[in-house]
T-cell receptor, first 112, second 115 residues
């Protein structure tokens, strides 16, 4: 079945810098890609989702890049601020498949 | 109000006791999920429910069972809890399995400790 590897597990960057989180998936039929954010003591909230025909998507300081050739998905936070400190999860799913496979998560800390 | 509510938030049980985790959603979503979250492993799917009395095993169903008698309510049951079931459990819901690319709505989680 699908496997998703996410790195790094921990990331600390100064306020104002960029942060990049990368996920690698195994199934070439993967069609949907997601990034979720989990703040302390809370459930996951969807940040962005992209379909496989999209290589790049930008929204509110976040950039998602999809490299289907290398089966790699990345999330880039530009000009990070302390409110971005959280655990970030990538997730993927296939066509008509309600099962979503999650990465192990990245704990992002933004240093003031 | 678009909310997934989990009860309780924290629970401590002894090994061998039965555990009931409850989840409700107010969005009339057809599909509901139970995940557990462990450090370094991310979220692992325990069970999926497609609607009332229509449940399917996820990746790690052993030691768990579920009940969905009403669309808005999905329960996770641990009969005779084990220490390795200590984890944070998340319930989630989505509109329908017929709709692709549906986002999941998550509850706040239940932190279960089995001593």
């Amino acid at each position: 079945g699908e496997q998703v590897e996410q790195r790094p597990p921990h990331l600390s960057v100064p306020e104002g810098d960029s942060a990049v989180i990368i996920c690698t998936y195994t199934d070439s039929a993967t069609a949907y890609f997601y990034w979720y954010k989990q703040e302390p003591g809370a459930g996951l909230q969807l940040l962005m989702s992209v379909f496989s025909n999209v290589d790049r998507k930008e929204e509110q300081g976040l950039t998602v890049l999809l490299n289907k050739k290398d089966k790699q998905l990345s999330l880039n936070l530009t000009a990070a601020h302390p409110g971005d400190s959280a655990v970030y999860f990538c997730a993927v799913s296939n066509y008509g498949n309600e099962k979503i496979t999650f990465g192990a998560g990245t704990k992002l800390t933004i240093k003031p | 109000d678009m909310k997934v509510t989990q009860m309780p938030r924290y629970l401590i049980k002894r090994m061998g006791e039965n555990v009931l985790l409850e989840c409700g959603q107010d969005m009339s979503h057809e599909t509901m999920y139970w995940y557990r979250q462990d450090p370094g492993l991310g979220l692992q799917l325990i069970y999926i429910s497609y609607d009332v009395d229509s449940n399917s095993e996820g990746d790690i169903p052993k030691g768990y069972r579920v009940s969905r008698k009403k669309r808005e309510h999905f329960s996770l049951i641990l009969d005779s809890a084990k220490t390795n079931q200590t984890s944070v459990y998340f319930c989630a819901s989505s509109l329908s399995r017929a709709v692709s690319n549906e986002r999941l709505f998550f509850g706040h989680g239940t932190k279960l400790s089995v001593l």
